[in-house]
């Protein structure tokens, strides 16, 4: 057994150093602990990597912005390791980095386990209203409302000491941390990618998973051409904590039908090299010689529409850019078009200043002009860029001096709602 830190993340290796590898990655807000139970028969068969996520369980408190810095955190302290090829287990956002080393590494990964797992992780304003909530109130919230989204009823009521185990997990969790892996789920999107997963894939969910229940495992099973189903009864979104043995069988057996040699081969020799298939020449049908287009003379402007359109939803959300849209199909339509690549393609994705800032700037102009239709939608935005409601409210306390009591006065009534509604855990 070997406990220690590399790179950004903190990690653990049991088992035999002869083994082939075997790595598990936990969900947000667990530890490494949470695999605790699967170790004792794992090790018999291989090296059991665990590692813990950007500050969970004392690691490092360095955010990570994506599941893609994630999964490259990860390669990087396997490679200080000294771990090439491996096959991976992980649940919730532990699956999600699976996912991604699939798709962006798969001459390293052998095989899969997807545990509580999605390609798309419920929606965007739902985790970025996650990170609001925690930037307002800290991780009390989510550690109090854990057991009833990780275990079943009856579970939670016969386990008093593992309930309390997982909400001291999440309150022991970085805040900043946190946050950061709720951004990284809200940007997480493979559903179109599934197909290039080209490794064995074993999804696995509890059947009273209301997180990410059968639904989204029927979602990778059908995506994977690899895959196959293992719904575990009795058991929520924490299936490796609430039924150990069940899970622990249904690994096993995947692993070893997909088994590594100590050197980490599967099926190609270690260290082949990747085969790539460049396209085929294009021959046209009347044999005359190609001729190859001139490059451009000079660069070409990236059109700004797909750029704003996703910046728009990150800061207003999806919900609030959707409903703006449908109401623009017919007449508004080009005015839609003009703010998205206008306001946001070319303004708002400027680099000279940051979010935060920009946020700061609008709240302040829209006051000031009185467009309260826009202030509710902007104060949003203005908390998942990372004002909090006391930096809000000193931006209308502060314009008011600038902009004129009524004017502020009635903006109160809008932002003060705004930021209720936005901060208020889910009951």
Same mark, same amino acid.
């Given at each position: ?50 590692? %813990? ?18 999964? %490259? ?9 000294? @771990? ?241 849209? %449908? ?69 209308? @306390? ?30």
């Amino acid at each position: 057994m070997s406990e220690t830190k590399a790179g950004s993340l903190q990690y653990r290796l049991d088992g035999p150093e002869e083994a082939p590898v075997l790595v598990l990655g936990a969900s947000l807000g667990t530890t490494w602990h949470m695999w605790d139970r699967q170790i004792p028969e794992l090790t018999g068969q291989w090296r059991v990597f665990r590692f %813990d996520l950007p500050g969970h369980g004392g690691a490092p408190a360095e955010p990570a912005e994506s599941v893609a810095e994630l999964g %490259d955190r990860l390669l990087a302290t396997l490679d200080e390791s000294g @771990i090439q090829r491996f096959a991976y287990a992980g649940i919730s956002i532990g699956g999600a980095i699976g996912l991604d080393l699939a798709l962006r590494a798969p001459h390293r990964v052998a095989s899969l386990a997807l545990v509580a797992t999605s390609p798309r992780f419920g929606t965007a304003d739902e985790f970025r209203q996650r990170g609001v909530i925690v930037r307002t109130h800290g991780l009390d919230p989510m550690a109090r409302s854990a057991p009833e989204q990780w275990f079943t009823p009856g579970f939670a009521a016969a386990q008093p000491a593992i309930v309390d185990w997982a909400v001291q997990m999440v309150r022991t969790t970085d805040m900043a941390c946190y946050v950061a892996a709720c951004e990284a789920l809200a940007a997480f999107d493979v559903r179109e990618a599934l197909g290039r997963i080209g490794v064995p894939a074993l999804v696995l969910v509890g059947s009273e998973d209301q997180v990410t229940g059968p639904a989204e495992a029927r979602t990778l099973v059908a995506g994977i051409a690899d895959a196959r189903l293992a719904v575990v009864p009795g058991a929520s979104h924490l299936a490796p904590v609430e039924q150990p043995a069940a899970v622990t069988d249904l690994l096993v057996q995947h692993f070893t039908g997909t088994a590594l040699d100590a050197q980490g081969a599967l099926s190609a020799p270690l260290g082949a090299p990747a085969v790539v298939i460049a396209p085929a020449p294009v021959v046209p049908a009347d044999g005359a010689p190609h001729v190859q287009a001139a490059e451009p003379a000079g660069p070409v402007r990236p059109d700004p529409y797909d750029a704003g359109l996703k910046l728009r939803r990150e800061v207003l959300g999806d919900a609030h850019v959707d409903r703006a849209l %449908d109401e623009g199909a017919a007449f508004a339509a080009d005015f839609q078009d003009l703010v998205t690549r206008y306001a946001w393609g070319e303004v708002w994705a400027r680099e000279g200043l940051d979010r935060r800032t920009r946020s700061t700037v609008t709240l302040t102009a829209l006051i000031a002009g009185g467009h309260l239709e826009e202030l509710a939608g902007h104060t949003r935005a203005a908390l998942r860029n990372g004002l909090t409601p006391d930096e809000i409210k000193e931006i209308l @306390i502060h314009t008011a001096v600038y902009c004129g009591m009524p004017a502020a006065n009635a903006a109160l009534r809008v932002m003060q709602q705004a930021v209720r509604e936005e901060t208020t855990p889910q009951a």
